[in-house]
Structure formats: C-alpha cells, structure tokens
C-alpha cells in the first residue's frame, strides 16, 4: 500500500488480507477431517472460506457502483457467517476442538467487522470515476475527426 494510505488494489485491503489468512487456516485443519467428509463438509468449509476473499475482489472492481460494492461486501460477509457455521458444524462433529474453532470464529469476527466498516465507509471507497475512468480512445485515424457523416 501507497504511503498515503489509500488502497490501489483490492489486495491491500486489511479485510481482503485477513479474509486469505481465514482461508489458509481453514484450509490446514479441514485436512484432518474423515474421508467420508470430502465432498460434503470438507468441500463447503473451504469454498465458502475462500469465497470471502474472492466477494471481496468483486467488491472492488464494483466500487464505482455503491450499491454494487456493498452488495457484494454483503455476500463476503454471508459468505463468512457460513464459514461460522460450518466451524460449530466440525466441533459438533469433534472434528475440531472448541478451542481451535474459536480461534478460527474470532477470525471470522474479525473480518466480519472490517466488512461491516467498509460498508458504513463505502462512500469512502466508490465513487471516484476520475480515478476508475480509463483515457478516452482515439476513435478516428487522423487528426480531423470527419465532417460528412452521410
């Protein structure tokens, strides 16, 4: 990120940055899980633990449109409470122990709260066509643009 602070990329955005560490961590200790669970809870924790990172990408290649970007903030934010679910769904399990998913439901937390700044700040984030708008393309081969347009 730029000294100013401000973000040039989706990448440096603190929640995209903890959404992938959520995501990684999910990632190890669904490993453990029984055989019998790779297409069912296995599948659904880490597609919707990576599905974070990935709403929150969107998000921001839709920040020109508000709504579009706190729409598809929102979808990170279910898309995170799914994982929560899913976590409790292991340790009823004993797949997972209480302690090891409430580090990862702190983390789930945690993003869910810079989610929910960046949607009460999304003015902060849209809205800025100068900087979004890409250099207008030069539509005729000569200098002269034509005068005859039969």
Request: hydrophobic share 35%; glycine share 4%; aromatic share 10%.
């Amino acid at each position: 990120m730029e000294k100013s602070g401000y973000a040039e990329s989706f990448r440096d955005l603190l929640a995209y940055q903890k959404a992938r560490e959520l995501a990684r961590e999910v990632f190890e200790v669904s490993k453990r899980f029984p055989k019998e669970e790779m297409y069912a809870l296995t599948d659904q924790i880490r597609r919707s633990s990576r599905s974070v990172g990935a709403q929150i990408a969107e998000a921001w290649a839709k920040r020109r449109y508000e709504k579009h970007f706190v729409s598809k903030l929102t979808d990170a934010d279910g898309e995170q409470q799914e994982t929560q679910h899913w976590l409790e769904t292991a340790v009823d399990c004993h797949y997972l122990s209480q302690a090891e998913a409430q580090q990862l439901l702190n983390k789930c937390a945690r993003v869910g709260r810079l989610l929910g700044g960046m949607m009460a700040k999304s003015h902060l984030f849209c809205g800025q066509p100068n900087l979004l708008r890409e250099s207008q393309p030069d539509y005729f081969t000569n200098d002269d643009p034509p005068t005859d347009y039969r």
